[in-house]
Each structure stands twice: as C-alpha cells, then as structure tokens.
C-alpha cells in the first residue's frame, strides 16, 4: 500500500499473493474496466491499482486482512516509517535548564522530545515527496492536511506529541521548528523562568514579591499577597493570590532566607558546611566553649530567694574520644573562667599521663579573645578561633546537647532544653514550682557539675590512655611547670623580696616560706619579685621580676624539726640537700673570688715597679683565697697549712662551717 499522485494504490501482485482477488479476476476487471490502474507494470516496478476504484467486495477483503482502515492506517505509515531517535534532541532537553537553574520535567521533556522527532519525520517526507512533485509541477496544496492527519493518527502512547491539529498551525509550528531548532518547542512559559504572564511578568512585580518575602517581619504568604495589591491595583497590575506568594516563597527560598531569619541561621542552614573527621590522637586537637547547666540552683539576694538560675561550665574537649579534658564552673562565662578550665586541663594532663603537656591545637570561639590568646597559645601549638557566630564549626555545641539528655534530664532540678524545642519535651512546670525549695545553692549545683564530668572521665578514661599509648613520642608536646604558673598561676598581688630564710609569702592570708635551688635566684637579692602560684598546690611558687625576664620557680621551705627525737621521714634528705646546695654555693663564690684575684694579681706582677707597696696595702688574695702566705713568702716566712687541705679532711658538714671560718 502506497500514494502514487496523491492517490492511494495498492501494488495488483498483493492483491492476487494475500487472496483478495484470483489473477483471473484481476484480468477480467481490468478488461471491463472495473479497476483503475495508476501505473503499469514494468521490469522492476509492479502495477499500482487504484484502492477506491475496487469493487466494495475487494475493499471489504482488504480492511479484513489488513485490520483496519487503509487509509488511516496509510496516514500513519508514512510517517511511522519516517521517525528515527534524535540523540542530540534527547541530550539537549535532558540537560536544558530553566532560568531559575531547575530542569524541565520529566513528562514536558518526553513531550518536547516526541515533538522534535515527529517533526523531523515531517521534514523527511517533505524533502522526499512534497518537494520532488512541486518540482515536476504536480499539485502539493493538499500536503499539510495530509500530513496533519498522519501526525493525529499517530499512536499517543508511543510517540506523546503535542502537536496541533491544525494543518496551519502545524505548518507554523514545522517553520518555527526549522528556525529556531529545539529551543523552538520550549513554552514561553518556561523561557521566562516562573513568571506568570496573567499577574507577576515583569521584573519590578517580581523583585516586590521577592522583598515582600524577605521582610524581617517574617510575613506570611497572606500578608505579603495583600500589601503586593495594595501596590498593584493604583498601578493598574493584576491582583496576586497567597497561593501564588507561596510558589515564590519555595523557589526563592534561599535568597530570602538571610532576611527572613538572619546572617547567622543563613551560615548555619543555607551556606555549605565543612564535613571534618575526629582527630585521631589525644592532645592532637581541643575546642572549648562555655554552656549554661539546664540545671537550676536557688540564689539568696538578701530580702528574696531566686530559682531560675543556671550556672554556667566552660569545657576544654577532646574530639578524639569526646574526653573532658578541663572544665570550670561559675555563674557566667568570663575570661577567669575560661582560665580556669585551662589551667584543669593542664592539670589533668599530669593526673593522666604523669606530666603536663600542651594540644597541638586549640579551637576557641571570639569572646574576649585579645585577652585569651595568650593562654591558648600556651596551651596550644596552633590556634584557630572559629568563625563569629559560626556554631556549627564547633563540635562541642552537639557535646552539650548530649550531655544535658544523658545526665542532666534525669536531675530533679533540670529546667529542660534549649528555647526552640517544643513544650512537649519541657519539664512539667508545676512540679518545679513545688519542688524549687529542694534545688540546691550554688555550692551545690557545682557538686553536681563535677560529679557529671568526673563520671564522663571516668567512662572514656581507659580509650583515652590507650590510645595516648600509641601516640609518638615526637607528637607529645611537654608544658613545663614554669610556663604552666607564669601563664595560668594566681598572683598575690604584692611584691616580695629574698631575706636570709627565704622568700615570705603570703597566699590567701597564710604566710608561707618558699626558697629556690637555683644558684641564680640569689643573685638578684635586690629584686622585688610578684609571685604566681596554683590555688590547687601552692607546693611551688613563680617568682618573676617587672619585666619578665627574670622567673625562677621556688619551693615551700621544708621545716626541720628542733630536737633530734623528733625527726622523721625525709628530713634528713632535705636537710642534706640544702647543705649540698650551700657547698655548692660556697664553692662557686670562692671559685669565683679566686680568679677574680688571680686575674688582679697577674696585673700587679706585671706593673711591680709602677704599683710597688700596692699588695701589702690592698691585702689581695691569690687563687685560694690567701693574702698572708703570699705576704709572708715575700717576707722570706714559711706559710702555714693550706685551707684546701683542712676542708678535704673534714666531713660535709664540717666543710661549710670551715669555709664560713675561713672567709
């Protein structure tokens, strides 16, 4: 089956091969007359006949065998046989985007798709019958109908066209097709992003929707849908819908956000985060921040008795384990505060690992950071403050969180979560009032604090240890007791001097005595010295000068008792330390006067004659110390024994009261 000169034939061997008509009958209709043929038959090319010029019962034949109209059937075919696969088609409009940076939607691109190779299949059977028989003259002005009903006879479930109906508006469409290619099939609608060309469809409606949205009234789509018509009805624009403010509202809901609900929520919600793993040893890495107990403790202020308070804990954490290496509790976060939960960390480290060590980083938020970096630097190799107002950089926020469900909730005096939970996870409001005047003082919601840190400790204490087990000795940064007192130490608040039993000191109104080992401390007798110490041990003191540049570290002075009865453990030791230092002391002023006078003495020999008598009048003694033996070997007199040889037959503690004799 075929058009030949727009007339639908069938080839006569079809009709005699599929039994609609015997050969001879064929023969004797076409002698009568009774059957039109189109074309003749030639080497290569059979016989056309003509389908309306077959008797009724041949056309019955045909319909029967061939399942149903030809004619439609014919229509389809053409350009059944016509339509290919568009690979370029099928990419552009899978990956076209729309203004508002969405895709097309899955139905729209099968449609638009479908669309673009029916009518490329137009264009094939334009090219190959339409334009060959305008060429030879023949009459082609019924070719879009034709086509037309080939394109609606197509089957919908295989090829989902949108294409009209209409022979000219099909026409049309195939021309804007061919011109402007596939962005030709994209509804205007889509080109022009979301803007409704019946109310928003200009730039000006569109921004006073988007800013309407961000007000930080935070209206809802109601609201904004009324005062957008305010405006738009002396302006003669159409009238907005709340429905259609909420379609704006979730496709601009990022630009809006910031407006709506802040910079800070904005970094927090919207803005990319930074996914970060777990340091993989101890001390690699802390944070600390300061968090507001949801416990609550009674305040006496004089004439009432408050129960909202909630005191407050700075944490020094280590993400390695979640381990709760320092903290402090206070009633507010202050710089002191944050201090102190420091200087528990630094102590901690001692407790745990047998001495004190620093983190190679430290992370901290901005309060009163100028203040605090030196402290964080002394705790921390690096120090990285997080952004401002960026909560989520810090993992010790979600810490907390867990803190207060697993220990604090099961409180009687716990006063809940944060403010944006809803009330069905709040404590019962009334049985707090009742049970207020059993929340404890300050004293005591410390005790409480503490026992909840201690107990965290005391669960992850063992894979902490462990795993510091494993940490190189090279990544292990020691903090010395020195550093330790100069950057975390309490100060007394006056200044002291060195006296001849030591340095006097008074901490927290006990007077206590503490001296230093270190030969070098008793060289600056002159100094006035402000004194750092630890308020958990005041065992060692820091003893540092104006400027900074002198420290020394200085030890309660140990009490020896009077009578020998009642000595015990230890004092022996102590006592023979100091005489040590002493010999060492004695020793080193005597080595030192020593060369200082034999360093005069080679002077004077060189100039006997210019300072004759000068020796006998400034009585300077040689290396040992002596002026008479020297004397006397010039007078011709033998000396007597020399005091080295005294000292080295006497016992250690003979030897310092020798040496004071001699001098």
Known sequence: MQYFNNILCFEAGWLVDNEICTFSIYKHAIERKQIQVVRRASRGTPALVAYDSLPDRFKAAIVEKMGGDPYKMAKQNILEGLIEHNTEASVFFEGYKLSDGRYLPIKTRREYYANAIVL?????????????????????????????????????????????????????KYDKYKAESYTGLIHANFLKGIRNAASINDKVKESLVIELLADPRNL??????????????????RKITGATVANWRDRYEMEIYAGRRGSVAFSNKKAMQVKRSAPTSPLFYWTLDGWDVELLYQKHNGKTITYHNRPTVVVVLDPCCKYPIGYAVGTHETPELIKAALRNAAQHTARLFGSMYRAHQIQSDRYAYNTLEPLYAAMGKHVTPARAKNAKAKVIEPYFGYINKTYCQTQPNWSGFGITSG???????????????????????????????????????????????????????PLSYESYLYHFGESTGYKNMLQGDGMNVTIRGIKQHFDCFDLNFRKHASVQWAVLFDPDDTT???????????????????????????????????????????????????????????????????RERQLSGTLARLMLTDSRGQHKDNRNIDAGRKPKVSPTEIINKKTEKQKVETIYDLM
């Open 220 to 237: 809802d789509n109601e609201q904004v849908a009324r005062l957008y018509n305010q405006i738009a009805e002396p302006m003669g624009w």
């Open 540 to 606: 060692r003191i820091l003893a540092i000068n104006d400027d900074g540049t002198l420290r020394f570290i200085l030890e309660k002075k140990h009490v020896q008792p009077m009578a020998l009865k009642d000595r015990q453990a230890g004092d022996g030791e102590a006592l023979s330390r100091v005489n040590q230092f002493n010999c060492e002391m004695v020793e080193y002023v005597t080595d030192f006067r020593a060369d200082t006078g034999e360093t005069v003495r080679d002077f004077l020999q060189e």
């Open 120 to 172: 490329d299949a137009i264009g094939v059977f334009i090219a190959t019958q339409v334009v060959p028989r305008k060429a030879k003259g023949q009459k082609t002005g019924g070719a879009w109908k034709y086509i037309s009903e080939a394109v609606q006879s197509l089957d919908r479930t295989q090829y989902p066209h949108t294409l009209p109906e209409n022979s000219e508006s099909l026409q049309r």
């Open 423 to 477: 009330k069905d996870k709040q404590p019962n409001s009334e049985f707090l009032n009742k049970y207020k005047t059993h929340f404890p003082d300050f004293a005591g919601v410390c005790e409480q604090v503490e026992l909840v840190i201690e107990m965290e400790r005391q669960k992850k204490r063992d894979e902490y240890l462990e795993l510091w087990s494993k940490t190189a000795e090279a990544d292990k940064i």
